[in-house]
């Protein structure tokens, strides 16, 4: 199994904070919130060619959350991550990138990933067609094409929230996203040992060498404060694509709320 596509993201003070809009978000909620492991049913688990953890997250976000309400939509995390991809590169030129760029696959950020499908929306895994952009490897690398922005147009308009402040208020603000139906995107730092993680407890900080960052979409409560994650390893990975990550083990920077509907 191949870590793909994370980065430690950089805080930065044009993101949207969570606590700055807890009051709106509640309104969101209402009175009756989703149980704490309801949306672990409708969490479904991937891999796929040069699939991406980053890209997954939002792809799987808004899957559960559309079939947490009876809509059976599969969004591809492929086309999510190269949105990423193309939103960091014009982030950092300050222009989007020619159509016959070709880049490195070195990664990027959650921030990227939500930004890119409040610019762009979903690409619908249905309207793919076999050998079109992203799924075919000579223009994996490439810049979005036509079709697939057309594709993803009407589900754009989504805002991102970065949930900050202490340990406790961060993991209680997740347990209140998760609570209102809307799946988080966390990262943490991983070593050779989770490759193998077969589900048993619950994933807290490595304790051997480093090997990189993973992002996961945290979709469950468990009454000890962890968080029931899936993954993009597959289904032989933890308990059938799912486990549990302790609060200690996120880092401070990337937990995010992809949250449709929520206006700062």
């Not at 909620?29 to 980053?54: D, H, K, N, W, Y």
């Not at 990027?108 to 979903?122: E, I, Q, S």
């Not at 799912?242 to 709320?257: T, Y």
Request: charged share 25%; glycine share 12%; hydrophobic share 40%.
């Amino acid at each position: 199994m191949t870590l793909l596509g994370c980065k430690r993201d950089p805080v930065s003070d044009r993101d949207y904070r969570f606590a700055d809009y807890r009051s709106g978000f509640d309104r969101r909620i209402g009175e009756q919130p989703v149980e704490c492991a309801r949306l672990l049913q409708f969490a479904e688990v991937r891999q796929q060619l040069g699939q991406s953890c980053v890209g997954e997250w939002v792809a799987q976000a808004q899957g559960i959350r559309d079939r947490a309400g009876g809509m059976d939509v599969r969004y591809s995390a492929l086309a999510c991550y190269k949105f990423a991809v193309v939103e960091e590169l014009t982030e950092t030129m300050g222009e989007g990138p020619p159509g016959d760029w070709t880049y490195s696959d070195q990664g990027t950020y959650l921030r990227a990933a939500a930004r890119a499908v409040g610019k762009w929306g979903f690409v619908i895994e249905g309207d793919l067609k076999d050998g079109c952009w992203p799924h075919k490897p000579s223009v994996l690398l490439k810049t979005p094409s036509m079709r697939a922005l057309n594709n993803a147009r009407p589900s754009r308009g989504h805002v991102y929230l970065r949930i900050t402040g202490s340990a406790d208020e961060r993991a209680a603000d997740i347990e209140k996203a998760i609570r209102a139906g809307f799946p988080v995107g966390i990262s943490i730092q991983v070593d050779d040992e989770i490759l193998n993680w077969t589900g048993s407890g619950a994933i807290n900080k490595p304790r051997g060498k480093v090997i990189g960052l993973h992002a996961l979409t945290a979709c469950a409560v468990r009454s000890d404060g962890c968080f029931g994650v899936v993954s993009t390893w597959s289904a032989a990975w933890g308990d059938h694509g799912i486990a549990w990550v302790s609060s200690i083990a996120l880092n401070p920077s990337d937990i995010w709320v992809l949250g449709e509907g929520v206006t700062p």
